[in-house]
């Protein structure tokens, strides 16, 4: 299927590592010119000069997303390297997992913080440009946590937020050639996972719920990016597509 991605820009946000950098690596795959974006200067280096050393185009550009100065910052190199920004991929998160009795209020802040205002800072950055084109892509990396899981009420109420935010800013966008859709990663053994304290309970749990024998990876997200990324997916947005092995509970 050809996907129609050769010589579109795609930010990815905490693309320095894990799904990030899968799914900027296969958006490259696929023709793209990709701006690895990350909080972390070395990953950010050292996945961009991978990139650019197996002939991909790519800049790095450190940046974190809760900042909106910096994000602004951010779209203006990709533009300014690329010539336009066409696709943005909301995937910078991470989980600070507590009981709520237990959850220090900076843990909320961050986890909705990084999640929903970083999402909020990248998608008002790059949104004039998808306008002005007539083109654009929003995919925002939620997770099957939206439905709740003990322990993470900050990750789940923001990773549920996320999809109100994907509808919504569907709706307001539509009518400018620009879809907006989420992802809903299921068990993904990345770096991020195996550091959780509870790893091997969860990883067997995740075995057990999924229909699909197996766990799932980094390229399995990607895969669902480059797909809502497409011409192919044009007719779709406002959606959520759950990649979990078949996983809803
Ligand atoms: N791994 C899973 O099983 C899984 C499941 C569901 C959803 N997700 C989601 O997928 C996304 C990627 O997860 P991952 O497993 O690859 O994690 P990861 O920790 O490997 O990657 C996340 C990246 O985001 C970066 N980051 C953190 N805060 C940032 C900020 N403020 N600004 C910019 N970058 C920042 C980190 O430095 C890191 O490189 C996250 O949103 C996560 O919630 C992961």
């Known amino acids: 299927m050809e996907l129609g991605l050769k010589d ?19 958006l490259a795959e696929e023709g793209a010119k990709v701006v690895i974006t990350d909080i972390d200067p070395q990953t950010t280096e050292a996945t961009c000069a991978a990139l650019e050393a197996d002939g991909h185009d790519a800049i790095g550009v450190v940046c974190d997303v809760t900042d909106m100065a910096l994000v602004e910052t951010m779209v203006a190199r990709a533009v300014a390297a690329f010539g336009g920004v066409h696709i943005l991929v909301n995937n910078a998160g991470f989980p600070r997992d507590n009981y709520i009795t237990r959850m220090p209020e900076q843990d909320w802040d961050s986890v909705v ?8 800072n990248c998608s008002r950055a790059v949104v004039p440009h998808f306008m002005a084109q007539n083109w654009g892509r929003v995919i925002n990396i939620s997770s099957r946590a939206y439905l709740g899981n003990p322990g993470q009420t900050n990750y789940a109420a923001a990773k549920a937020g996320i999809l109100g935010f994907t509808r919504a800013l569907g709706m307001e966008q539509g009518r400018f050639n620009v879809t907006v859709n989420a992802i809903a990663p299921g068990f993904i053994a990345t770096e991020m996972i195996e550091s959780l304290p509870n790893y091997d309970r969860i990883r067997t749990r995740a075995l057990a719920m999924n229909t699909v024998p197996r766990l799932g990876t980094e390229r399995d997200i990607a895969n669902g990016v480059l797909f809502l990324a497409s011409e192919a997916a044009s007719y779709i947005s406002g959606e959520t597509l759950h990649i979990t092995g078949g996983r809803y509970g």
């Open 113 to 120: 913080g990084v999640i929903l205002k970083g999402a909020y």
């Open 8 to 26: 579109k820009v795609a930010i990815v946000t905490g693309s320095g590592r894990g799904i990030g950098a899968v799914t900027a690596r296969a």
